[in-house]
């Protein structure tokens, strides 16, 4: 496990105020921030914003690998050990679109499921915790240096933080 | 994105400018029809009455699809789609014209239904002039019914809202809709139980009263080739054209009625979303028959596909799947295509093009030796078409609000 960074963590009571925290804060440049929320909720996905997921090129490799292994494998197979079937051609395409279909899905989600967990291993962000975010409140960590705390501690401070601690 | 903004866009639903519209519509209509009414009775009135017939089951089926997906949103309780719903609604004013165009059709019978002039002993007394005709027009008369009741309890809320905004015939044409409505919560609840429970009963009657059309007007055209799947074929790609229709139609009434604030990208990506899949699903459709036609390789099977997919037919076979499938598949697969006005304008139409070129083709080699011919007659009959559905169309929109206040509200409410 990796070693949780310094910074400040910070508890909020309400949406709005933890959203628009999260606005200021993005708004003086910082972006590598944890927020914590008990339920799904819109505002502050939208305040926190949409990084595009890494995840979804490993799931296009994965298709395409087992779009071409289907190809492959049903096509080898039947030019390989040549038989006649319902008198259609050795090599039909229309039956091995299936097979080459399923394959992609079965390809795409391993290896979804595989980027997943790489990026949940090695991408992740420890940051402090607190138990009421399971329950009512809504936190944001945002890991700093010493010297930029006293700045960070105004904004989340200004923009109605119930609690602002700092976290070694 | 205040309420008082709001305010003036729902103001402006109620006064919707469809001058362009129904001009428009009204030009090509008379130039259309009077050109079909011309050709019906020269020389080779079955050229006229084969697109006639194409454009029938395309236009209906756009009319019928949209008016679906507004009820498919009462089903599921969907909110997204609230400031659009009404722009899919609308369609509805062109059902009463499809159902005179029915029965148009049935001038036009022998030169398009073969079983006439040979009649086809193994369907037993399925497929005769008098039942076919009876039970298409009951089916189409219920349906539309439904459907036209359906917006009508949807529209009574708006527009009792909207009585202050409007006068004139208006105000009349407003008191008359609403009624005893007065937004009062008895009355509220009531209307809204009667949409709750129009709605289902409007989708599974399309479902089944689509296929019948399906069987009946274009199954029916090769009496002698049989695919259970047909109905279910013909009413899904009929949503799927009812979905571009409404895509086509909040591009232009958004620019129109300057809608920005309560159509945002998100609705665009939404309906991209839908006709992605849908899109998808007809490929899927096709495939699935496709397939068993190929493996079984039954003579009276593979004919259908012979004439569509090999020989003078193959271009326009060929065609159908590119436009309809792997041109908005590979189109909208992308977010930005999606929510970028003018890339979604441009793939939605292609794949409508595309629907009307797959119901060409379902039609003509059915019915005729000859290869796939486009000309006056066709473009001429299918100008009328469009030009008796944007009149239709953009006289209910000079009629009734466009933007309905409660269900915007709705959905912007949902988003917060």
Request: include cysteine; aromatic fraction near 16%; charge should be neutral.
């Amino acid at each position: 496990m990796k070693k949780v960074p310094g910074g400040i963590l910070a508890v909020f009571e309400h949406v709005d105020a933890a959203a628009e925290s999260i606005k200021a804060l993005k708004g003086v440049g910082y972006d590598d921030f944890t927020v914590y929320s008990p339920v799904p909720n819109h505002e502050l996905e939208e305040a926190v914003g949409h990084p595009v997921s890494p995840v979804r090129l490993w799931t296009l490799l994965g298709g395409l690998t087992g779009l071409f292994f289907g190809f492959a494998l049903t096509l080898w197979t039947s030019y390989d050990y040549p038989i006649v079937v319902g008198g259609k051609g050795i090599g039909s395409i229309p039956p091995y679109i299936i097979i080459a279909f399923e394959m992609t899905i079965l390809f795409g989600a391993l290896s979804t499921v595989a980027g997943l967990v790489f990026h949940a291993v090695m991408d992740s962000r420890p940051a402090a915790y607190d138990p009421r975010f399971t329950d009512d409140h809504i936190g944001v960590f945002v890991p700093c240096p010493v010297e930029r705390r006293p700045n960070v501690e105004d904004i989340l401070k200004e923009h109605g933080a119930k609690e602002v601690r700092v976290e070694l | 994105m205040t309420a008082a903004t709001h305010e003036e866009i729902y103001k402006r639903g109620a006064a919707a400018p469809s001058g362009a519209m129904v001009g428009v519509g009204a030009v090509l209509a008379v130039l259309g029809m009077g050109l079909f009414a011309f050709l019906a009775g020269g020389d080779d009135p079955g050229r006229a009455w084969r697109i006639f017939h194409v454009d029938f089951v395309f236009f209906t089926g756009i009319a019928m699809g949209a008016v679906i997906f507004a009820a498919i949103q009462k089903v599921v309780r969907g909110k997204w789609a609230g400031p659009i719903i009404r722009l899919a609604e609308a369609a509805v004013a062109f059902l009463p014209v499809a159902l005179v165009l029915f029965l148009l059709l049935f001038l036009g019978r022998d030169h398009l239904f073969p079983w006439i002039e040979h009649p086809t002993p193994v369907r037993g007394n399925w497929l005769t002039v008098t039942w076919v005709f009876w039970r298409d027009f009951l089916a189409l008369l219920v349906l539309f019914s439904v459907a036209i009741a359906f917006v009508y309890h949807d529209l009574r809320p708006d527009v009792s809202k909207l009585r202050g905004e409007v006068n004139g015939w208006k105000l009349r044409l407003y008191e008359m809709v609403a009624g005893s409505y007065d937004d009062s919560e008895a009355h509220r609840e009531l209307n809204d139980r009667r949409i709750y429970r129009l709605a289902p009963w409007l989708i599974l009657l399309y479902a089944y009263l689509f296929s019948l059309i399906g069987f009946d007007l274009i199954m029916s055209l090769a009496p002698y080739w049989i695919s259970n799947l047909f109905g279910a074929y013909y009413f899904m790609g009929s949503f799927l054209t009812g979905l571009t229709m409404l895509g086509l139609m909040t591009v232009y009434w958004r620019a129109k009625l300057q809608l920005h604030e309560i159509v945002g990208e998100k609705i665009f990506h939404d309906l991209g979303k839908l006709i992605f899949g849908f899109t998808m699903f007809w490929a899927y459709l096709v495939y699935s028959q496709f397939l068993v036609i190929w493996y079984g390789n039954l003579a009276e099977e593979t004919s259908f596909l012979f004439y569509r997919l090999w020989g003078e037919w193959r271009p326009v076979g060929l065609l159908v799947g590119i436009l309809v499938f792997l041109v908005p598949f590979c189109g909208l697969i992308w977010v930005k295509s999606k929510i970028t006005p003018f890339t979604f304008t441009l793939f939605v139409t292609i794949s409508l093009f595309g629907m009307w070129l797959e119901r060409y083709l379902l039609v003509q080699p059915s019915l005729t030796e000859m290869g796939p011919a486009f000309g006056l007659v066709e473009f001429g009959v299918t100008a009328g078409f469009l030009g008796l559905f944007l009149l239709s169309y953009g006289l209910f929109a000079r009629a009734f609000p466009m933007v309905s206040p409660r269900l915007s509200q709705k959905a912007l409410h949902s988003i917060h």
